[in-house]
């Protein structure tokens, strides 16, 4: 006597799976959709391009580096394929346009200035069209972000993130990530981003075993080493009417803006830059309270990160 087939409905099978997984102690795994993961890595290969573009082309037009060049040129294919040929959806007119402009730009060696408002435009019309988060869900803990780093990032970037002796053994050389050039243009989304991806055409990788919440921890780990020593010191003692006009920053400030940017926002311009170095390294090392967070970000000891 045969058994009878006890068939399973397709739409009934992941639930039971799911269920299945509930009751054996399984992490059900959350990843975000594929149209979201290809913007995101669009965001990041843009702040590449606003970033790295002026060493690459001068203000009157003339290329600079043509290596520089040629991977700007990368960059932006790139752009155009994650925003086109990766997504599921084609993108809104509005973001064709700025794509497309971005692209003659880039094409025509035009002033820096001029690719970097456009960069810009490109950037927010992306995250208001697909309402993207660009911070953490819960706030980062800098003593886990030290211990992550120095497993996960120090063999290319040293422990202090300055890389001079092991840059000079790459073929595409890792950043001084203390270099105060960097205040204009990293942020801890960017960092975030990068150990998502990988940087095309660098020994960087996709540090996709490290979950996001250890990746968060170490890019705001990252901005923090920036100031080591800065965290202890009270925050611009060289103004001391200051402290009463400052504005308490979100979580979503603190991962998104770059230092700059993040001084503008607490203390506004016109700040003398000794004291919004300071100030900026006071809220990296230490966290800030702020009705965005959802708690204070955990110092490292002693208030700095090393």
């Not at 058994?3 to 997984?21: D, H, M």
């Not at 975000?32 to 082309?57: C, K, M």
């Not at 599921?88 to 064709?96: E, F, I, K, N, Y």
């Not at 991806?197 to 080493?225: K, Q």
Request: glycine share 8%; charged share 20%.
């Amino acid at each position: 006597m045969k058994k009878a087939k006890i068939l399973v409905p397709a739409v009934v099978l992941p639930l039971l799976v799911a269920a299945f997984g509930a009751a054996c102690g399984l992490r059900t795994l959350h990843r975000p959709s594929p149209s979201h993961t290809s913007i995101h890595r669009a965001l990041g290969l843009l702040q590449y391009v606003g970033g790295d573009y002026s060493r690459a082309v001068s203000g009157s037009g003339t290329v600079l580096n043509a290596d520089e060049y040629a991977e700007q040129l990368g960059f932006v294919d790139d752009v155009h394929a994650a925003l086109t040929v990766d997504n599921d959806a084609s993108p809104p007119d509005s973001l064709v346009v700025q794509l497309r402009e971005l692209e003659r730009l880039v094409t025509e060696q035009a002033p820096p200035q001029a690719v970097v408002t456009i960069v810009h435009a490109l950037q927010r019309e992306l995250v208001q069209v697909h309402d993207l988060q660009l911070w953490p869900d819960e706030a980062p803990d800098l003593v886990r972000g030290r211990q992550f780093y120095m497993e996960a990032c120090a063999a290319c970037h040293a422990g202090d993130g300055r890389a001079q002796r092991i840059a000079v053994r790459l073929a595409s050389p890792p950043p001084d990530l203390t270099a105060e050039e960097l205040d204009t243009t990293l942020s801890p989304y960017q960092v975030f981003n990068r150990m998502t991806f990988g940087v095309p055409g660098t020994a960087m990788p996709a540090f996709d075993t490290l979950s996001p919440a250890e990746r968060w921890d170490i890019a705001f780990y990252v901005l923090a080493m920036r100031h080591s020593g800065h965290g202890d010191q009270m925050p611009c003692q060289a103004d001391a009417s200051l402290g009463s006009r400052l504005e308490s920053p979100t979580l979503q400030d603190l991962a998104r803006l770059t230092d700059q940017e993040l001084g503008w926002k607490v203390a506004g311009r016109g700040v003398p830059r000794e004291c919004l170095r300071v100030l900026v390294g006071h809220l990296r090392a230490s966290g800030a309270s702020s009705p965005g967070a959802t708690g204070r970000i955990r110092p490292a000891a002693n208030q700095q990160p090393h």
